[in-house]
């Protein structure tokens, strides 16, 4: 099934009807409205329109009166609940590879919000963006994605962990007793962004699931299914780094690993993942793009070795004989093409 633009894994309408349930709203009706049953909302590819999805939170609300619902709804919510995405994060080797993974694979659960994680001195912020207008359905969807973050983050090994700032972008409720108790900290509204601050430290636990080659066989399917929606590869992403690095010298994996909001370590295991190196990666791009460069344009020795990040055109013509066995100036005299050839 084709998911609708703008949508919303259906798996998460399930947590929603079963909270519901639980305060004493009937999930039934909530399926019906948006036309599923819980069997459906459980399959694979089903997504649901966001409108939709936020029409579920603005019925639950008006019915259940309960300015602390999203919290409720968010109490107990596991990794499980993200199919293969959380399995790849409860696999992963600590809380902070954990939460990278989360945010990589976001566009397998919504297209229509994401994550932002940055490491700023001490604090670990996770930023939440979905760019809607702030309905009563949307701003309690956008607190209970804060409250979910926290729920996982005290899952990835510390049930004691709490924030240290909370910030929500649309006015406060009438009571926010609950939210200061659940959150530990009373949460900053009105703000300019929704928003989670921790202490970086309480994500260097190991996680409870972490496991070398399950974490490698999630890896693979959840790029496998980005892959499918179009989304670049791990893979292809680093490659597209690499080609615009190299005039400026042999990329590092810091440097690249950096450019792509990784850590070193968390780059060369999903690369081991994929079945590469990184220095084999770096080889492969410049012997490729050599015999392009020599081959099909008309750019000189010289030229080419600068492109590919060589600091002598001997150093570059000694890779090349080792790449094809015999020198870049002969290559480029057998394959040139001649000005104006196809």
């Avoid at 070398?212 to 980005?226: K, P, Q, T, Y």
Wanted: hydrophobic share 45%.
């Amino acid at each position: 099934m084709a998911r609708p633009r703008g949508g919303i894994h259906a798996r998460f309408v399930v947590p929603l009807a079963e909270a519901a349930r639980r305060a004493g709203y009937p999930a039934r009706s909530l399926y019906a409205q948006i036309g599923l049953s819980e069997e459906t909302a459980h399959e694979a590819d089903h997504h649901v329109d966001l409108d939709a999805y936020f029409g579920l939170w603005e019925t639950v609300m008006r019915a259940l009166r309960q300015p602390s619902f999203p919290l409720t709804y968010a109490q107990g919510f596991r990794f499980e609940n993200f199919g293969v995405v959380g399995f790849a994060a409860l696999t992963a080797s600590d809380g902070w590879e954990a939460a990278r993974r989360m945010a990589r694979f976001q566009r397998l659960t919504t297209d229509v919000g994401r994550i932002e994680l940055e490491e700023q001195h001490q604090l670990a912020v996770f930023r939440w963006f979905r760019d809607r207008p702030l309905t009563l359905g949307h701003r309690v969807a956008n607190e209970a994605v804060l409250a979910e973050i926290l729920e996982l983050a005290r899952r990835c090994g510390d049930e004691r962990v709490r924030p240290v700032e909370v910030t929500l972008r649309h006015p406060a409720p009438a009571d926010v007793s609950r939210h200061a108790r659940f959150f530990g900290v009373p949460p900053r509204f009105s703000a300019s962004e929704d928003s989670i601050s921790f202490p970086r430290a309480a994500f260097t636990r190991p996680m409870p699931m972490a496991h070398g080659d399950f974490s490698a066989f999630f890896i693979r399917e959840a790029e496998h299914r980005l892959q499918k929606l179009g989304e670049p590869t791990l893979v292809a992403r680093v490659e597209h780094a690499l080609l615009a690095a190299l005039p400026s010298g042999a990329p590092s994996m810091p440097g690249i690993a950096a450019q792509l909001d990784l850590s070193e370590r968390q780059l060369r295991r999903e690369l081991e993942t994929a079945g590469v190196s990184f220095r084999g990666l770096v080889e492969r791009l410049r012997r490729e793009r050599a015999a392009q460069l020599l081959g099909e344009t008309q750019t000189s020795v010289d030229q080419a070795a600068f492109v590919l990040g060589f600091s002598e055109v001997s150093a570059f013509s000694r890779a090349f004989k080792r790449w094809y066995a015999i020198p870049p100036s002969e290559y480029r005299a057998r394959h040139a093409k001649a000005p104006g050839q196809g």
